[in-house]
């Protein structure tokens, strides 16, 4: 069992950043790759980042690369998403997740935090 709690969300006006974070406890952190997803009202949930446990890799969808960064702390249990050059089309509720490998599906993944609302304005 792995428990996920995001934080770090918030109101920020377009072109401004957001760093958000996820604390993880429970089975070994270091045994899990991490990603994020994001989910708008009436749209899908969708991947965003992810990066590894083992070495660290990162992927990006292609609408944030060059804009979020995704690390993680191990020490503190921790993942990140840095998040700059917001977009209104950002806004969504963000998910971190544990799972096996990095991937871009959901379905690739075993356990899911509760969200944190992330809001940009025009």
């Known amino acids: 069992q792995v428990q996920l709690v995001e934080s770090g969300g918030g109101l920020v006006q377009a072109g401004g950043s957001l760093r958000l974070s996820c604390a993880a406890s429970g089975r070994t952190f270091r045994s899990y790759a991490m990603g994020w997803f994001r989910q708008a009202p009436g749209k899908a949930r969708d991947f965003v980042a992810a990066?590894?446990?083992?070495?660290?890799?990162?992927a990006y969808a292609d609408s944030v690369k060059g804009r979020f960064a995704v690390s993680r702390d191990n020490a503190k249990n921790t993942v990140y998403l840095q998040m700059n050059s917001l977009k209104p089309e950002d806004t969504a509720v963000y998910y971190c997740?544990?799972?096996?490998?990095?991937?871009?599906?959901?379905?690739?993944?075993?356990?899911w935090g509760q969200g944190t609302q992330v809001t940009v304005s025009s």
């Open positions: 997740a544990a799972g096996p490998r990095v991937a871009a599906s959901t379905y690739d993944y075993n356990y």
């Open positions: 990066i590894s446990w083992g070495d660290f890799n990162t």
